[in-house]
């Protein structure tokens, strides 16, 4: 046997050698470890056993709608996504107890400035307001019905809430252009502008009804779209809202 191993090729007895190990490794996991070890409901068990004893806080929406009116009102509301519990703190003992454990009133300007105060991070249209100015020294929930916070106008100008694009526009050689000359813009995008969309020109052709060597528009440099740029939509070189010619 002996023999036999040391006849055979280097490589060879490597692989052999490497296999042995694995072959014990194998069977010591499996024949040697004891299986109390290995099992994982031991584990999960005492986990959950662990986690259970933590004192359950949350009640849930659901619950609050058994005896407030409010639920109805905030459902349609802008803070139609914000649970209870968000604004009034853990609340399941208030729920199990109402008079004896009250939960948090939020009339502190502070706790709406965390979510409204302006942050360039949040996203574009998202109602962000600057605590410091925007009247100042009266409580939020004076003005606004923290279940049913209506914008109190809705914003009539594009640049309310496309302000940057609106000032780009405004110094750009398409200054003379409405913004609805190239967006079509339903009445209800200026209320619930994530649901109800503008539209975006999807062609080239669109920007040729003014461009295009054919075009009767007047004062306008003209280019030949069937062979200028051709492949690319206009506004893969030219942004459509501060076209430049180097
Ligand atoms: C079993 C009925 C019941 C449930 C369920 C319930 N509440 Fe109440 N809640 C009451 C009653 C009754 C009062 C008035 C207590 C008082 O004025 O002494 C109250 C008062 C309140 C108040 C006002 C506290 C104050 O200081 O004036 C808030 C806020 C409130 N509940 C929030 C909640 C939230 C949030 C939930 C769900 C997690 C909830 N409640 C679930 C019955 C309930
Ligand atoms: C955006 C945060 C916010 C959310 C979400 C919210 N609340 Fe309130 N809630 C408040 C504030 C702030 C007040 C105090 C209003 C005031 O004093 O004018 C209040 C007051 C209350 C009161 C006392 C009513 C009164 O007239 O004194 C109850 C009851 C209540 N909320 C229940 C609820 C329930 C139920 C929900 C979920 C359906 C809920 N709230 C969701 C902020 C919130
Ligand atoms: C946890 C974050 C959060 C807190 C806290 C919060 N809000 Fe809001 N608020 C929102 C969200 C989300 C919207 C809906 C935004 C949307 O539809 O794009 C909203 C919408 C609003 C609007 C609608 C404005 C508009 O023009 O569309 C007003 C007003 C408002 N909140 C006031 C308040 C007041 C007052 C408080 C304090 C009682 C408050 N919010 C606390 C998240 C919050
Ligand atoms: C004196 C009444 C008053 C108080 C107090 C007040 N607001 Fe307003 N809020 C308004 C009015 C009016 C508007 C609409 C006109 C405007 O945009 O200024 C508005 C608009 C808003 C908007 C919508 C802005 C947008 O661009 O869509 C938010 C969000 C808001 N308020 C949050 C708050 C928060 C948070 C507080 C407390 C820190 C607060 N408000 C305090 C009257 C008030
Ligand atoms: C109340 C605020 C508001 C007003 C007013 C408003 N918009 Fe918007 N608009 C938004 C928001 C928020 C988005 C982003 C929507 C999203 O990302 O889902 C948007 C997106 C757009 C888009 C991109 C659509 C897309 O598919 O990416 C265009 C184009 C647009 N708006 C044009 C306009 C024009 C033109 C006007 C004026 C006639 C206007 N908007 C007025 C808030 C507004
Ligand atoms: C000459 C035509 C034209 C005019 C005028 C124009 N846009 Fe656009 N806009 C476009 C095109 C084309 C795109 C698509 C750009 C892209 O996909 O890269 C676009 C994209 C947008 C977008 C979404 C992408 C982004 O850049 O954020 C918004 C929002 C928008 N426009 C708003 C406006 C507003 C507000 C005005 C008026 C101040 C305006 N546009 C004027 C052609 C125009
Ligand atoms: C309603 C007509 C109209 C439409 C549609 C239009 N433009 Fe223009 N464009 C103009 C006018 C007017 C000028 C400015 C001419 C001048 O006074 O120099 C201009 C200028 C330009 C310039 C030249 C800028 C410079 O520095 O000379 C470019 C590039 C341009 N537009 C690209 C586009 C693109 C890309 C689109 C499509 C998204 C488009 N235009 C859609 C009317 C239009
Ligand atoms: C591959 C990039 C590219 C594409 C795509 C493109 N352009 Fe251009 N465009 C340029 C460059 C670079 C210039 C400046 C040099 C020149 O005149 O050729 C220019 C110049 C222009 C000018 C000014 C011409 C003058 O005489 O002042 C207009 C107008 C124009 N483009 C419109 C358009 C329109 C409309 C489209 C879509 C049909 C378009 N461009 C697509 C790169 C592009």
Redesign the pocket.
């Known amino acids: 046997m002996r023999n036999l191993f040391n006849r055979m090729p280097d490589s060879l007895q490597r692989i052999l050698v490497v296999f042995a190990v694995f072959v014990f490794v194998v069977l010591f996991i499996r024949f040697l470890i004891p299986p109390s070890i290995k099992d994982s409901t031991v584990h999960v068990r005492e986990t959950l056993e662990r986690e259970m004893t933590h004192p359950v806080q949350y009640a849930g929406s659901d619950v609050c709608a058994e005896c407030h009116e409010e639920s109805n009102l905030k459902k349609k509301g802008y803070h139609k996504n914000l649970s209870c519990e968000t604004c009034h703190g853990t609340a399941k003992e208030h729920s199990e107890d109402p008079t004896g454990a009250k939960p948090n009133l939020p009339k502190k300007?502070?706790f709406?400035?965390l979510?409204?105060?302006y942050d360039p991070s949040r996203p574009t249209?998202f109602?962000?307001?600057n605590?410091i100015a925007?009247?100042?020294?009266?409580?939020?929930?004076?003005?606004?019905n923290p279940h049913d916070?209506k914008?109190?106008?809705v914003?009539q100008e594009c640049q309310?809430?496309h302000a940057e694009i609106a000032r780009t526009k405004a110094v750009s050689p398409h200054v003379q252009l409405e913004c609805t000359t190239c967006h079509n813009v339903p009445q209800n995008h200026k209320l619930t502008p994530r649901t109800v969309k503008a539209t975006i020109p999807s062609e080239r052709t669109f920007c040729g009804k003014c461009h295009g060597k054919e075009a009767a528009v007047k004062h306008v440099p003209k280019i030949d779209i069937a062979s200028h740029g051709e492949k690319y939509l206009c506004w893969q070189c030219h942004y459509p809202h501060m076209p430049e010619v180097e």
């Open positions: 300007r502070e709406c400035s979510c409204h105060t249209g109602p962000q307001i605590p925007h009247n100042p020294l009266k409580p939020c929930v004076s003005c606004h916070p914008p109190p106008r914003p309310a809430c």
